[in-house]
């Protein structure tokens, strides 16, 4: 794995972090390469039960696609006539997102500065959002001439709305954090100086508790917003009856009657 994205677990917890500050974390080839392993090894492990995405640096979470390797790119693109540049799309940031918005296990994203493109999509693509009073975001798809991916065109007009949404991505501009909590965009804002210490204190919180619960409210809310009401009706029974079935609510429920705080296992 790159240098660019560091990876570490630590009793249940995985931290991806994105280490280009000096590029404001943009997504050079070798950081999306990075970042999609990371990703998708802290999904598929077990042994992590929670998994906290955030930035290196003051100045910026992530702002997308690096343009200055990007525009050297569409040149060769020109030059062979392969089209391979936007290959991206399908080979980096859709099994981000899926690994990221699909993990049977919360995500909680802590945004540092400006999430603007690809790095809006990311954060999006988390469950928590804490976000600094420095903060930003920014579509900044149609800046360049491009539409949204990065999950963006699915999880914005849920997090906002369908018309917040088409207003943002056609009219690209930084939203401050206090607007974004306003509109769904932060769960939190803290200052800038306490981010990292209560990002990793809400992730450590959701890395000791009860795992099969927490996948199946992302699974049942992401069901929900897709199908009829009866047929959620169904996937709630389907879902408690393996939550149900878990040794997390046998030790819930003993930890009640006894009056005592619960040490989930995650299973």
Known sequence: M?????????????TIT????????????????????????????????????????ERAFCVGQDLKEHIGLLAQD???????????????????????????????????????GAGFGFALAADYRIVADTASFNSSFVGVALTG????????????????????LLFPRSIGAQDALELGIANRVVPAAELRAEAGKVARQLASGPTVAYAAIKEAVAFGLTHSLEETLRKEDELQTRAGRSEDHAIAVRAFVDKEKPEYLGR
């Open 2 to 14: 790159a240098d660019t994205v560091l990876y570490e677990v630590s009793d249940g917890l995985a």
């Open 18 to 57: 994105l280490n280009r500050p000096e590029a404001m974390n943009a997504l050079n080839v070798a950081t999306k390469v990075a970042l999609r392993e990371a990703a998708e090894e802290a999904a598929r492990d077990t042994a992590v039960r929670a998994i906290l995405l955030t930035a290196a640096g």
């Open 78 to 116: 020109r030059e062979t006539g392969s089209g391979q540049t936007m290959s991206t799309v399908s080979e980096h940031y859709n099994p981000i997102v899926r690994a990221l918005a699909g993990a049977a296990k919360p995500v909680v994203a802590a945004v540092n500065g400006v999430a603007a």
């Open 149 to 168: 991916d990065s999950g963006i065109s699915w999880t914005l007009p849920r997090v906002v709305g369908p018309s917040r949404a088409q207003d943002l």
